[in-house]
């Protein structure tokens, strides 16, 4: 049974991406609580030096669905969204591995 | 002290690939004796059919090295060229999150 995974790409305004990283990196703190989180985890790009890129993996799209709705996600995304100046999403089934 | 990971898009030949991500779901199940391995994900896309996309997160670059000449690892690289028409590497740096 494959899991809902994604890579999102954030691209930060110039000189945003370490405080973008370090809210991203919050959030992926708060995961620990939510259910159906399996993988967040916060990458920099060594080539695209405002890129912060976010590997998710979910239970299911529900789970994804309902951690957006969830208590503190709103203002997290709130802190972001002045810091971001573009994002793209590649979506995957994750079929499974190590760490899942 | 950050990670080294990197996202690896593998394009397969015309109907090649299921079975390189059997391939490659193999080398996964053989990460769990692979020192200084911490994630090894296989993916597919949802919206290029003939991508595998393997995430990969190292504790180091020398693990990574190191397991591409541990027993066995050729054999597998040897199984799998027959069916990889591109592969293309997002070289990250990995600050944390929930799973590793």
């Given at each position: 049974m494959?899991?809902?995974?994604?890579?999102?790409?954030?691209?930060?305004?110039?000189?945003?991406?370490?405080?973008?990283?370090?809210?991203?990196?919050?959030?992926a703190a708060g995961m620990d609580g939510?259910?159906?989180?399996?993988?967040?985890?916060?990458n920099v790009s060594e080539t695209e030096p405002e890129t912060v890129w976010v590997t998710e993996v979910w239970r299911d799209a529900e789970a994804h669905q309902a951690s957006l709705r969830a208590?503190?996600?709103?203002?997290?995304?709130g802190r972001a969204r002045p810091l971001i100046s573009g994002v793209e999403q590649i979506k995957l089934s994750t079929l499974g591995g190590k760490g899942v």
């Amino acid at each position: 049974m494959s899991k809902y995974g994604m890579y999102v790409k954030f691209t930060a305004i110039a000189g945003g991406r370490d405080a973008l990283a370090a809210i991203l990196m919050e959030a992926a703190a708060g995961m620990d609580g939510v259910d159906g989180c399996e993988i967040y985890l916060v990458n920099v790009s060594e080539t695209e030096p405002e890129t912060v890129w976010v590997t998710e993996v979910w239970r299911d799209a529900e789970a994804h669905q309902a951690s957006l709705r969830a208590e503190g996600a709103s203002e997290m995304i709130g802190r972001a969204r002045p810091l971001i100046s573009g994002v793209e999403q590649i979506k995957l089934s994750t079929l499974g591995g190590k760490g899942v």
